[in-house]
Each structure stands twice: as C-alpha cells, then as structure tokens.
C-alpha cells in the first residue's frame, strides 16, 4: 500500500522565548494541504512573507538554522523540522510572530507533544521519496564528511568528536524501515542542545543565546572555574549557586542519554535533510556534521532530485518476472497486434504503473515511417503511454475485461528523443489526482535508459463496455 502523506489534525499553538534573541515568540502550526511542504510565514511582518522549508532557503548556519525569502528570516528552525519530520508531518504552514522559533527546551520532544496533541491525519497523495542511486560525498574542512549510499530503507549515522575529555568521541544512530525501525521520541526527540563553557561569554559578546538558560541546554565544562567564575556565569543565566568547579556538565547535570551530544547532533542532522523538501530513501553516515554540512548537503541532494527528474524513477530488470506479461494484458486491454503497444507491466499500484515496450525493425509503421530512416512515430508513442495508462486505470474495478478507457484529453505533449528500433521504452504513469467519477488525469513519461523520450498529460474516461 502506497503511504500518504499527512498534515496535523488541528492547529497547535507554543510560546516561548528564541534563544539568541530572547525575545518571546507566538507560534502556530496549522494543517496544510497536501504537497504544500513546511512553510514558515512571518505574521508580524507586512504582507505576511512565507518562506519554503527548502535548503535552497537557508541563508546562515552560525549556531542555528536560519532561512531567508526576500527580507523575511526565520530562524532556529532545526528542532521544530527534526520534530515535523519525527512524526510525520509532510505538510504545514508555521506561523511566527519573530524571526526565531523558540527554544523549548532545547530538544524537539516539546514540538513532539505538540504535534501529537494536534494529531496527525492521513491525505490523499502519496509521500514523496527520494531514493539515493549512488554514493554521494561532500567534504569540509575538519574532517567533517557526510555520505549517502543506495539503501531501501532510511538510517544516519552522526559521529562527533569535539577533541573534549568530557564528551570523548560519540555516535548515535537512528533507522526507519527495518523491522517498524527506531522510535525518534524516545531515542532523538529528548536531546538537548549544549554549548562549551569557554564558549559562552564570546557567544554573549556576539549578541547570541541571549535566550540561552540552564533549563534548555547542556553546558560542558572542560576546564573547573573558581566559585567567583562560576557565580558570574550563573548571573548571566540569572540562576544562583551554580557549580563548575569541577570537569563534566554545569551543574552536575544529569544526561537523558550516555550520547546525548550525539544524539542532539543526529536531531540538528535530521531538521537539517528535512529541507531537501522530500523523504530519503538511503544510508547515511556523518562524520562531525554541523548546521553548515548538513545544509549543503541537503543543498546537493536537491540539485540531484533535480537532475533525477528526468530519470525513470523504477529500475527495469529484464529478468524479473513481470506484474502482467503479454496474456495478461491481452486480457485487460481490448488493443490487439498490431496495435498493441505494451509489452509487460512491471510495477503496478493504486496510483502509478510501469509498462515496457520493445521497439523491433519488425514494427509495421516502419515500413513507411521512414523506410530509410526508420522514427517511431510520436502519436504511436503517445498511444502506447495510454495503454500503460489504461491497465492503471482499469485495475481500479473489479471486472476490467468489462471496461474500456477513453482518453478526451491529451495535453502537454513534448518529444525530447527519438525512438528507432533497437530502443526499449519505459513508460511510467502516476495519478496527478485521485479517480473521480470514472476520470482518471495521469502523467505520462516515456524513457530510453536515462533519457527522457517523451511526456505527456492524460485524461481518460472509464466506461462499462455495451
């Protein structure tokens, strides 16, 4: 069963404080429509500006997250998306009265509450994935390293080493696929962030975590201060009697987890991918990953969507056997030779199909079309794309060999490659929305290999044969 993407049930309202402006912010999360993605709109600005979700957004990554559109900014944003993507939430619009989303904590569990106390319901569109093809690299400097390999399910790896006696070298791992895969609000959701003692009173004098308090982050002390040091920094925070007198976590802190900074990490990593706009399909592993790496990864795996997109989305294997071989198809469809122009289904569901067609010399159109250089014509292309079409559309009732389709619409058409003998054309075919009242609207693809042969929008009518 195809999954469906999924919105919140109702509208969930937080306030609270950003931590590097301090300044108290109003936040809604309201249901969206499906294939609307995240997108954060800034009430308090004129005009009410709305900036995608997308890595194609992000605009600086010091310390935090932070998206730009035009004027409008948000920032902070990698808790909420780490949060929205843990449970579910393909698509929402996040309202904001200031340009950073709060704090909480310091962890994503907060926004999990939330989410979950809004619900989460089922639309009617498929998720969207993308599905890693290759090993894909990107290095920094530091040794900071995130790979991607070709994987059916999703997992990431993070590993940290901050060269610090109390932290030591850390990794954390979180899956989804395998055996109902790891449960993000109990092993992600709870990590908070955490900052360097030394690196504080800079962070102040940088006019940051001006939000930044003992109840929503983790301060790790490498080297013990003085009783006079650790009151000074206790008044920063406006909390008395702190202790850092001595090596490991202000205020003898207790951990939720033995690899709590990890774990914050593989959580900064997960809203950080959450801006490729759509979910993985493959491995991950990241080696000291940053808000910096993380969005220019997400930045490259966008651009390799892109360049996908005129790839077939389905590996054919000539070998497997097909979902509907030649008899079969006889059997749904009412064409027959020479005009039968499917040669085998290969992948079929509720809402996309895959057909194959082998293109022969022994083809009749190539007696006239042309005799000396022989081109499949582009109607006849178009034709066998809605033949694959129709077996999708009659594999939705109950008795398709009492069916016919009839397409009333063919719109969009555009022949990017020719098609000579010798050629195996892929045709893949997806619901652009769902089937009512007998008409299914379908795009259409055509692919030689890689390459994209011809496209298509069709519109067909299912009707009882008289």
Known sequence: MTEKQQTLGAAATFSGKGLHTGATVNLTIQPAEAGHGIKFCRTDLEGRPVIEAVADNVFQTSRSTLLKK???TVSTIEHLMAALWGCGVDNALVEVDGGEVPIADGSAMPWVRLIRQAGIVPQDAPRKYYEISEKTVLALDNGREIVAYPDDVFSVTANVDFDSHVV?????????????????AAAVAPSRTFVFLHEIEPL??????????LDNA????????????AAQIGKLFGREGVAADRQGYLNNLELHFDNEIARHKLLDLLGDLALVGMRIKGRILATR???????????????????????PTFKYDPNAEPIYDINRIKATL???????????IIHLTDTEVVGIKNVTMNEPFFVGHFPDEPVMPGVLQVE??????GILALSTVPDPENYSTYFMTID????????????????????????????VKMDARAYIGNTLATEAKLMALITKNK
């Open 412 to 439: 969009g058409v555009k022949y990017r490659h020719k098609v000579v003998p010798g050629d195996t054309l892929q045709f893949e075919l997806r619901l652009s929305e769902p089937i009512r009242r007998g008409i």
């Open 70 to 72: 035009g004027e409008a």
């Open 168 to 184: 030591g070298k850390q990794y954390a791992v979180f899956s989804v696929g395998t055996d109902g895969g790891d449960d993000f």
């Open 384 to 389: 066998a794309m809605a033949q694959c079409g």
């Open 289 to 311: 990953p940053g808000h910096a790496i993380n969005t220019e990864f997400a930045k490259l795996l966008r651009k390799q969507i892109k360049r996908d997109a005129d790839r």
């Open 334 to 344: 009412p064409h027959r030779p020479p005009f039968l122009l499917v040669d085998k």
């Open 218 to 229: 983790i301060v790790i002390v490498e080297q013990p201060v003085s009783a006079d040091k």
């Open 204 to 213: 102040i004098q940088n006019n940051m975590i001006r939000g930044g308090d």
